[in-house]
């Protein structure tokens, strides 16, 4: 019975943090917008708090890293997607900016979320096994440095006159790009290694490994066209911006069949 009174009280606490945590974020994207950066900012710090918050709990409750569900997942995503709103991203005047465009998404991402059981994923046991919290948890991460790289490719897109300070953050925008390649590389090593200790083969090709290519390929494309037009540059954001995309799409996808 007390079992059952604390998992009743975690699950009201998540709830109630998850409200509060979406309203921080939309209150961070308003003041923004509307050039209140002092308290922009603080409602930006409250969000992270009750997000990290929450993935806490959710890691209590369930006594394992908040990385794989669908509803822990993105809220860990969001989590580093916030943290480098605030901290990673170049001063700019116009808007909506960079910082605009990471907190429009993560509300999208929260808006995902409602379609979703808010609730920690169940104990299993290679839940703890450390090659299986690499390959899903550098994923989540990897979401959430992609979809930064996103947010300076929208901005950079959506530029009629462009200056030396928006070209800098495209190429600010790549080496986000860059990072979630290499963490997404390294997940999928470490779901190599995975498989191999847990069943003494590497994994062989079917529907994830597809998708995994397809995601790989996307952004190696995106480093690999030539040229420094503008409409290089057009194409090259485009496409990294599309292979994050398909990241979220295969993450949703899977979410809805689990």
Same mark, same amino acid.
């Given at each position: 019975?007390?079992?059952?009174?604390?998992?009743?009280?975690?699950?009201?606490?998540?709830?109630?943090?998850?409200?509060?945590?979406?309203?921080?974020?939309?209150?961070?994207?308003? *003041?923004?917008?509307?050039?209140? =950066?002092?308290? %922009?900012?603080?409602?930006?710090? *409250? *969000?992270?708090?009750?997000?990290?918050?929450?993935?806490?709990? #959710?890691?209590?409750?369930?006594?394992?890293?908040? @990385?794989?569900? /669908?509803? =822990?997942?993105?809220?860990?995503?969001?989590? @580093?997607?916030?943290?480098? +709103?605030?901290?990673?991203?170049?001063? =700019?005047?116009?808007?909506?900016?960079?910082?605009?465009?990471?907190?429009?998404?993560?509300?999208?991402?929260?808006?995902?979320?409602?379609?979703?059981?808010?609730?920690?994923?169940?104990?299993?046991?290679?839940?703890?096994? /450390?090659? @299986? #919290?690499?390959?899903?948890?550098?994923?989540?991460?990897?979401?959430?440095?992609?979809?930064?790289?996103? *947010?300076?490719?929208?901005?950079?897109?959506?530029?009629?006159?462009?200056?030396?300070?928006?070209?800098? $953050? #495209?190429?600010?925008?790549?080496?986000?790009?860059?990072?979630?390649?290499?963490?997404?590389?390294? %997940? =999928?090593?470490?779901?190599? &290694?995975?498989?191999?200790?847990?069943?003494?083969?590497?994994?062989?090709?079917?529907?994830?490994?597809?998708?995994?290519?397809? $995601? &790989?390929?996307?952004?190696?494309?995106?480093?690999?066209?030539? +040229?420094?037009?503008?409409?290089?540059?057009?194409?090259?954001?485009? #496409?990294? %911006?599309?292979?994050? /995309?398909?990241?979220?799409?295969?993450?949703?996808?899977?979410?809805?069949? @689990?």
């Amino acid at each position: 019975m007390t079992g059952f009174l604390n998992f009743m009280e975690m699950q009201k606490f998540i709830s109630t943090a998850y409200t509060v945590d979406i309203l921080f974020y939309a209150s961070t994207l308003i *003041a923004h917008l509307i050039k209140r =950066e002092r308290f %922009s900012r603080l409602f930006a710090m *409250a *969000a992270i708090g009750a997000n990290a918050a929450i993935l806490a709990a #959710l890691a209590f409750s369930s006594h394992h890293l908040p @990385v794989f569900n /669908l509803f =822990e997942g993105l809220l860990t995503s969001i989590l @580093v997607l916030g943290f480098l +709103g605030v901290f990673g991203r170049q001063k =700019e005047t116009s808007r909506p900016d960079v910082a605009a465009w990471v907190w429009i998404e993560v509300l999208f991402l929260f808006g995902i979320t409602l379609f979703f059981q808010k609730e920690a994923s169940a104990f299993r046991h290679d839940s703890t096994f /450390l090659w @299986v #919290l690499l390959f899903h948890g550098l994923r989540e991460i990897a979401l959430g440095t992609g979809l930064f790289a996103v *947010a300076h490719f929208i901005f950079f897109r959506l530029k009629k006159d462009r200056n030396a300070l928006d070209k800098r $953050i #495209l190429h600010q925008g790549r080496n986000f790009l860059l990072l979630t390649t290499v963490l997404f590389l390294n %997940s =999928e090593y470490a779901g190599m &290694i995975w498989c191999q200790k847990g069943w003494g083969d590497f994994w062989h090709w079917n529907g994830t490994f597809f998708q995994s290519t397809l $995601i &790989i390929l996307g952004l190696m494309l995106a480093f690999h066209i030539p +040229g420094n037009s503008r409409r290089a540059d057009d194409i090259r954001s485009l #496409l990294g %911006s599309a292979a994050v /995309l398909l990241m979220l799409t295969v993450k949703v996808g899977k979410g809805l069949f @689990v």
